[in-house]
């Protein structure tokens, strides 16, 4: 497919993908922008412009890939939409190339695993090429390598606690204002000014809403203990802990409080996922973008996330895990709080 479309004041998205039928339905999603199209002839277009780089997913019936939409000409080929995730070939924009930098790697491992090469000649080159990023993980090796992007930023938030004060505050210089001024950036900033909840620290006053709309502060949980799980709509591992939280809701303590803290921006997924796992509990948000300052407080790099936190407003556990033994083990700790 030749890139030879004309160049615009915003982007402008082409697709071939060999198996994609005639009238497919395509959908490119980016923060809460969703735009849909039919396919034709393997083919599909969108049009648009972005304010500054952002990733978008473009999904069909069967399939789905990330690509990173900048305002200039952008092309994707895939043989089949069942490949559509690992193998498509993106050309766009410097924010694609990281993006591209990274899934080439996992291309490259995922076919040797897989023993998906021809003769030793070319698995010594997929181990020649996978062996240049070292031993650390290739996330954090691109975060590390692209401070100065969109990837490479939001990598460095997510990693924030791996990769260590000193080395972060250096990478957040190399940052241009627009990624310090970005999300992932303020993000990052906020992290290197703030410590890191532990036990035995006080609870910090934020405001936020309740799932029907209403403002809350945090410090409203004092005066019983709170069972407090950090959780996303897209995260299978949080859907199921909804599920055996609400199964087994009669075997908290009755001094414990239930309460869900969904990171994220869309409130529809909010109430979808909430309404569908039947959260009947306290359920609250920021609504942040996913660099949320009480997520952060509380060192949440990975959901769902659970912690304890006691009458007075006192953090007493941390990631807690809903193991055998669990509400025993809860027992315990509430019979042991010395704050």
Known sequence: MQNNLPTQSGFVLKGEIGDLSDGSEVTLQYGKTTLTTKSKANTFLFEGKVDRPVQAIIRTNEGMVTVVL???????????????RLHSQIEGGYEQSVLNEMMHFYQA??????????????????QTYLAQYGKEPIYRVVAKKHPNSLLGSELLFANRAEI?????????????PQYQDSPAGRGIQFFLSNEVLQVGDRCPSFQVQTI????????????????????GANCGGCRSHNKYVKANLHRFPPEVQVVSFYLGNNVASWEKASTEDQITWLNLSDLATG??????LFGVQAVPNAFLINDKGILIGKKLRTRPNFFQNLQRMIKKDVY
């Open 109 to 126: 491992d995922f076919r040797l695993r897989k023993k998906q090469y021809t003769d030793d000649e070319e698995k010594q080159q997929l």
């Open 70 to 84: 900048e305002n200039t000409r952008i092309t994707l080929e895939c043989d089949s939409v069942e490949e559509m």
């Open 212 to 231: 029907q709309g209403e403002d809350f502060n945090l410090t409203q949980l004092m005066g019983r203990y709170a069972y407090l799980i950090f959780w």
């Open 164 to 176: 260590g004060r000193e080395a972060l505050a250096l990478l957040y210089e190399q940052m241009s």
């Open 291 to 296: 660099f949320s300052q009480i997520q952060t």
